[in-house]
């Protein structure tokens, strides 16, 4: 029998609250549980747990334009996401998924599989490092935790993004092999170009289905601690770090 994984979908709701709800999930819960949201309320940075301001952000300007830093409860690199982010959270007990060693590597392996179930017959499709893209252009950017007897996988998949957004993100000293140096407008590319929003989500949902027996919930039936009873390790940089990001940058 297949193992349960309970499915939350939302829609615009703040990655800070969603990046909050999934370290709850993973430290206090024991259950399997999918998250998808389609899109998020305005443009936010949000970085890995190691990452460091002044070498990720342009610090004065998303001070000048309030763009919140959000430092993330994960690892992986530093993105901006905003309405034309799609998210995509697995969040497993690592006996339930028991083909799959609980270590980086396999566990993106797993997923690369997964989603090429997603994209079959819609583009090329392909796991390069860390990253999902189709040919040479990244559209997916992935982070991982894995504790002692679970594990999250979650994807910022751009299924459209603003140019002019980019310009927040410093190249970064290191970067996939595959990047070449290309600046953020030639690195990435939008889903958008190869199939329909509503038809992504789905065929997630069908992919994971395919390995899980999928109940949907609300929000609200999750039985986890409030935001208010659990220390999180997500949190949002204060105006202070930034301005020193910028004293450092200068």
């Not at 399997?32 to 070498?55: A, H, Q, R, Y």
């Not at 949190?235 to 940058?249: G, P």
């Amino acid at each position: 029998m297949a193992p349960l994984m309970n499915l939350v979908r939302l829609r615009g709701f703040p990655i800070l609250q969603q990046l909050h709800l999934e370290e709850r999930m993973l430290r206090t819960s024991s259950a399997n549980w999918c998250i998808i949201n389609d899109g998020t309320t305005f443009p936010t940075v949000v970085m890995g747990l190691s990452g460091k301001v002044p070498e990720l952000v342009e610090a004065k300007s998303v001070l000048r334009d309030h763009i919140p830093v959000i430092r993330r409860f994960t690892g992986g690199g530093t993105v901006i996401v905003d309405q034309g982010t799609i998210f995509v959270t697995l969040i497993c007990n690592k006996d339930d998924v028991s083909d799959v060693q609980p270590f980086p590597r396999p566990i993106m392996s797993w997923s690369g599989q997964l989603y090429d179930e997603v994209f079959k017959g819609f583009a090329d499709f392909h796991l390069r490092e860390n990253d999902y893209v189709f040919g040479d252009r990244k559209f997916g950017g992935n982070a991982q935790s894995i504790t002692k007897h679970r594990w999250v996988h979650h994807t910022s998949f751009l299924w459209n993004y603003e140019v002019k957004n980019m310009s927040y993100l410093k190249l970064p000293a290191k970067a996939p092999k595959y990047r070449l140096t290309r600046d953020h407008t030639d690195f990435v590319c939008s889903m958008k170009e190869y199939l329909p929003r509503s038809e992504f989500v789905e065929r997630t949902i069908k992919a994971i289905g395919a390995q899980f027996s999928v109940k949907s919930i609300n929000l609200e039936s999750t039985e986890i601690p409030s935001s208010s009873e659990f220390v999180h390790t997500t949190r949002l940089l204060t105006e202070q770090e930034l301005l020193d990001a910028c004293t450092i940058q200068t």
